[in-house]
């Protein structure tokens, strides 16, 4: 199994940024894929960013423009830059892995991998 931690979350104001941080305990040695996915007010997980072993990122449309997905693969890091934020991105913010995965996708029902969430609450 493969544990996944978040960090780098915290209060900011409203057009701040924040970087969120993502590290698994050990490299995958297959194709995968990962995201981060925000849990929101009316209790759903949204996927928001997601780079598959494609390397070809694909973001929310509310996100888009202000978030970078990127991955450090000799530190086995995945971060979320979160730039301009706004009131409404504060959320508990979740890493996701799923191994055998070739493109980012934000089918959350198929990451078996999951971190325990870092909050972002961003204050107008």
């Known amino acids: 199994q493969i544990r996944l931690v978040e960090s780098g979350g915290g209060s900011v104001q409203a057009g701040g940024s924040l970087r969120l941080s993502c590290v698994r305990s050990r490299s995958f040695f297959t194709t995968y894929c990962t995201a981060w996915f925000r849990h929101t007010q009316n209790n759903e997980r949204e996927g928001i960013a997601s780079v598959g072993d494609d390397g070809v990122p694909i973001y929310a449309d509310s996100v888009k423009g202000r978030f970078t997905i990127s991955e450090d693969v000799a530190k086995s890091t995945v971060y979320l830059q979160m730039d301009d934020l706004k009131p409404e991105d504060s959320a508990m913010y979740y890493c996701?892995?799923?191994?055998?995965?070739?493109?980012?996708?934000?089918?959350?029902?198929?990451?078996?991998?999951w971190g325990q969430g870092t909050q972002v609450t961003v204050s107008a």
């Open positions: 996701a892995a799923q191994m055998y995965c070739q493109s980012g996708h934000f089918r959350r029902e198929e990451y078996t991998e």
